[in-house]
């Protein structure tokens, strides 16, 4: 069994970075921060040793810490290198599939562009942990800005095919938001009903809904269920590829 605890930590207005460490060796590893001042306080507090900052994008409010966190730290900064030259402070380069080790997990990294043209996932093999930036969302998935739907739907999809326990951890709390969107278009879905009440009672009492799992995110998130009939009935597009509903869905909430 990996050790590994995850820290959620707030940043800027909606975003969340990660600390992730052995709380014994106190060894850590940081996911996209947003900004350094409160992930500065964690390590200091929590006495822990950053060796690296993990990079799922280039947008600022995922590098917005790099240089501030890699000077007092004197930590290493891992990204894509297909996209390194937009990443503030880079100095490992990690290609597709590649794997590298931190304690005793491997954590893998995996293309994901839609969002960006060189966003990546990475998945904690052994603590079955998925940070996965601006792709996928609780109950919803990332804006298009480089690249078309069909690559964003394959990068869901590749987070979809992971196994059902692994946590999802991403880059804002947008859940409530996504709620409204799902069930607009998804309304007889019981397991989301289900998940709506945990989800207004969790903002209510000023809680984080992340991390969810891959399993919850099936049975509810939209993005994912694109093979649903009751979906593609809802929009017009029954017997058609879900990448095309995918796609219809998409634009739909670019403008809900
Ligand atoms: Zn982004
Ligand atoms: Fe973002």
């Known amino acids: 069994m990996s050790q590994l605890k995850v820290n959620l930590i707030k940043c800027l207005s909606d975003n969340y970075s ?38 799922t994008h280039h947008h600022e409010d995922h590098v917005g810490g790099n240089i501030e966190l890699k000077n007092k730290f004197n930590c290493k900064i891992i990204g894509y290198a297909d996209d390194a030259n937009r990443i503030p402070g880079i100095d490992i380069t990690i290609k597709d599939k590649e794997i590298f080790n931190f304690e005793d997990d491997e954590i893998q990294l995996n293309f994901s562009p839609g969002h ?43 987070i979809k095919s992971l196994p059902n326990e692994v946590k999802i951890f991403c880059g804002h709390e947008y859940t409530e938001s996504n709620l409204k969107f799902c ?3 998804d309304e007889n879905n019981d397991h989301l009903k289900q998940r709506a009440t945990e989800v207004k009672d969790l903002r209510n ?19 994912f269920r694109c093979n649903d009939k009751a979906i593609s009935q809802k929009l017009g597009l029954e017997g058609q590829p879900p990448e095309k509903v995918f796609k219809k869905l998409r634009e739909l909430k670019d403008n809900f």
């Open 18 to 55: 990660y600390i992730i460490f052995n709380p014994n060796s106190k060894k850590a590893i940081i996911v996209d921060p947003a900004e350094a001042k409160p992930l500065v306080d964690v390590v200091n507090k929590l006495n822990l040793n950053l060796e690296y900052i993990l990079i």
């Open 116 to 158: 960006t043209s060189g966003h990546i996932f990475y998945y904690f093999k052994k603590s079955k942990l998925a940070f996965v930036g601006d792709v996928v969302f609780s109950l919803g998935c990332g804006r298009i800005f480089e690249g078309n739907s069909n690559d964003m739907y394959k990068s869901v999809m590749k």
């Open 183 to 185: 069930l607009a278009y």
């Open 205 to 223: 009492k000023g809680l984080p809904t992340i991390p969810t799992t891959v399993l919850d995110e099936k049975n509810t998130n939209i993005f």
